[in-house]
């Protein structure tokens, strides 16, 4: 998150049970929200209909994680261990990328990919 500038983290609390949900947010947009029970951790990526349509397009994104958000505005994910949080933080980058170009009107530069 420390190379996302500008995202926030906002405590949000349920409804009925009154548990703290650390929601993060980027220029108003919610990026995604966890919530954290025992040793579990799940993370729920949120999209709007512009963003799912242009993250579903991006080739460049792991097919099943575009076959996640096809099919709603919503992407659960458990978090078991590190391995589990790289495909789930290139969904929080594609997002921040898409709102970030909305914003400045320019695509954002994309970084050589090492071989």
Same mark, same amino acid.
């Given at each position: 998150?420390?190379?996302?500038?500008?995202?926030?983290?906002?405590?949000?609390?349920?409804?009925?049970? =009154? $548990?703290? +949900?650390?929601?993060?947010?980027?220029?108003?947009?919610? #990026?995604?929200?966890?919530?954290?029970? &025992?040793?579990?951790?799940?993370?729920t990526f949120?999209t709007d209909?512009?963003?799912?349509?242009?993250?579903?397009?991006?080739?460049?994104?792991?097919?099943?994680? =575009? $076959?996640? +958000?096809?099919?709603?505005?919503?992407?659960?994910?458990? #978090?078991?261990?590190?391995?589990?949080? &790289?495909?789930?933080?290139?969904?929080?980058?594609?997002k921040y990328?898409?709102?970030?170009?909305?914003?400045?009107?320019?695509?954002?530069?994309?970084?050589?990919?090492?071989?």
């Amino acid at each position: 998150m420390r190379q996302l500038k500008g995202v926030t983290m906002k405590v949000q609390y349920e409804t009925h049970s =009154r $548990e703290p +949900v650390p929601a993060f947010n980027y220029e108003g947009r919610q #990026l995604f929200h966890l919530h954290a029970r &025992g040793d579990e951790i799940s993370a729920t990526f949120h999209t709007d209909y512009k963003s799912r349509l242009r993250i579903v397009e991006n080739q460049t994104i792991d097919w099943r994680l =575009r $076959e996640q +958000v096809r099919k709603r505005t919503w992407a659960a994910f458990t #978090l078991k261990s590190v391995k589990d949080l &790289g495909p789930f933080m290139e969904l929080v980058r594609a997002k921040y990328h898409l709102i970030n170009e909305e914003i400045t009107g320019k695509p954002a530069d994309a970084r050589p990919v090492a071989v």
